[in-house]
């Protein structure tokens, strides 16, 4: 990222709020349930699955924690109803994991079964290295419990994510492997961003050896490319693998993996809580400093942006 970019980044948390909402909208797919299906009704148009995050995290209380409970219980209906082709994502802290363990795990508990109850499939996004722990063991007790529509995610950018990959065997756990967005110490997480690549090629290869379903969720070219090289090694049919991107993020390059005959599925955020997710995609979008010009124009020039 350029160095004028960089200093962008920094300031992003200080901007007024309608800021960083005029500018990340297009990550989000709107404040309702409603805004969350049309955007899924078009992709599925497209060729293309989705994964339905109602935004939340790091809540402050168990009734928070309910509410979004109850939001993914009228978001599978509105799956089924609607026959889209998505499956969802959650946050721990989202259900409660700052609030307790235990809390937490029981309201995943409920998510994975309504799931269950209309043929749908939970993802447990991985959150801050604070929280791997907790998550890993809450994937193991669901799954020691019988329950299979459940899959987990691990981080390219932490040391440990191999090490994981072999403690997790027993299970062939559904995997979605990214690299990791949250900022990590150097003990923990790998700094360099060849180190990070590496470690998921690695990382995508043990799982495939072992014959985990895997979601490759990159928008890194040459990562999609070693994608595609890897599945074709491990004799991966189509429906044995998926690629993953988010809403917003790269889409021609989310057309080309469809025109090429594989599945993709698109990462689809909704809600009122809009703010912290918002942060962390402008912060990785390597052209903040001109979404930012962009947006300041627009607002200095009638007729441009949002018309
Ligand atoms: C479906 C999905 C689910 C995810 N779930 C998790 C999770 O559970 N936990 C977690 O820690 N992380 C998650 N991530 C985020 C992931 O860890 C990375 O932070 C993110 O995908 C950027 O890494 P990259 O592999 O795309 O490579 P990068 O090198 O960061 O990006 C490659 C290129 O993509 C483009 N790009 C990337 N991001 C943006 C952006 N925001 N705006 C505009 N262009 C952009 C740029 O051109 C960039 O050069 C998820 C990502 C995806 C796609």
């Known amino acids: 990222m350029a160095l004028f970019d960089r200093a962008i980044v920094s300031v992003l948390p200080a901007m007024p709020r309608g800021v960083v909402r005029r ?3 297009r990550y989000i797919a709107g404040t309702d349930i409603g805004d969350a299906c049309r955007v899924v009704a078009g992709l599925n148009d497209d060729g293309k699955m989705a994964t339905i995050d109602v935004l939340g995290e790091e809540i402050t209380s168990a009734a928070e924690a309910e509410e979004i409970v109850r939001a993914y219980h009228d978001v599978f209906e509105a799956i089924r109803t609607q026959r889209l082709d998505s499956n969802v994502s959650i946050k721990p802290t989202g259900l409660g994991l700052q609030l307790g363990y235990e809390l937490a795990r029981e309201n995943v508990e409920t998510v994975v079964r309504h799931a269950a109850e209309s043929g749908n499939f939970v993802r447990i996004d991985m959150e801050d290295s604070g929280t ?5 063991r809450m994937y193991r007790e669901l799954r020691e419990q019988g329950l299979g529509n459940v899959g987990i995610v691990l981080q390219a950018r932490l040391r440990r994510t191999l090490a994981d990959v072999e403690a997790l ?8 492997i990214c690299k990791g967005i949250y900022v990590e110490p150097p003990e923990l997480a790998f700094q360099d961003f060849d180190d990070v690549r590496d470690n998921y090629v ?4 043990e799982l495939l050896a072992q014959g985990s379903y895997v979601g490759i969720a990159t928008h ?23 690629f993953q991107m988010l809403l917003g993020v790269r889409k021609p390059l989310g057309d080309r993996l469809v025109a090429d005959d594989h599945r993709l599925r698109i990462y689809v955020p909704y809600g009122e809580e809009w703010y912290a997710y918002s942060l962390r ?3 990785e ?4 400093a001109g979404y930012i010009a962009a947006d300041t124009l627009g607002r200095l020039v009638p007729g441009r942006n949002g018309r």
């Open 220 to 242: 890194d070219e040459w990562l999609i490319a070693e994608g595609e090289r890897l599945v074709a090694v491990h004799g991966r049919g189509r429906d044995e693998y998926e």
């Open 202 to 205: 690695a990382v995508l290869d």
């Open 281 to 283: 995609r402008l912060q």
């Open 23 to 25: 500018i990340s909208s």
């Open 285 to 288: 979008n390597p052209k903040i």
């Open 169 to 176: 065997a027993d299970l062939t756990p559904n995997v979605r």
């Open 132 to 136: 791997t722990d907790d998550t890993l």
